[in-house]
């Protein structure tokens, strides 16, 4: 049984050339209902524990410089089979490869400034909600307060 939920970043391009709204828009425009988010500003140590899997990768350093150059939006979102459907509403990693119609084929500048990021299993969303959200911070679907775990 998938998971409905699934963890999302608007990384720090998309906030400061404020794409953050229309984003938003998408996402609910394709079903999702967002449980939890806040903006915040990634510290280094944060941003290279979230990005651990990525350590031995050229790219790492860069990454953890871009994703701590500004505030990012975090959030949870709720949908059947979320971590699927967000990934395809997202598109390919690589903007260039990014079919239209996608969030990243739409507001993404490269490869590493890729307007968001999106988990690509449940257990790894499991992990990323876990380490931003705090069990007051997570709202079910009719608004209550609070969740253990999704
Ligand atoms: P994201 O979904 O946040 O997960 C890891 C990130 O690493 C990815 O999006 C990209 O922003 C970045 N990334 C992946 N591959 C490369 C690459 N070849 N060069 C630069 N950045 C990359």
């Known amino acids: 049984m998938k998971s409905n939920y699934t963890f ?15 984003i938003l828009a ?5 079903g999702f209902h967002i449980t939890a988010m806040k903006l915040i500003r990634l510290s280094v140590r944060q941003a290279q524990v979230f990005y651990e899997v990525h350590k031995d990768r050229p790219f790492y350093g860069e990454l953890v410089e871009f994703m701590t150059s500004g505030p990012v939006v975090v959030a949870i979102l709720e949908k059947a089979n979320a971590v699927e459907e967000y990934r395809k509403l997202i598109g390919a ?18 490869i590493q400034k890729n307007a968001v990021h999106g ?20 709202f079910n679907r009719d608004g209550s307060c609070c969740v253990m775990e999704y």
């Not at 998408?26 to 394709?30: D, E, F, R």
């Not at 990693?93 to 490269?110: H, L, N, V, W, Y």
């Open 93 to 110: 990693t690589d903007p260039s490869k990014a079919e239209d119609g996608t969030i990243r084929k739409m507001f993404a500048e490269s």
């Open 119 to 138: 988990s690509d299993s449940d257990e790894n969303a499991k992990q990323e909600m876990n380490f931003f959200f705090a069990r007051t911070e997570r």
């Open 26 to 30: 998408m996402i609910n425009k394709a």
């Open 8 to 22: 999302t970043i608007i990384k720090p391009g998309a906030v400061s050339n404020e794409h953050i709204g229309p």
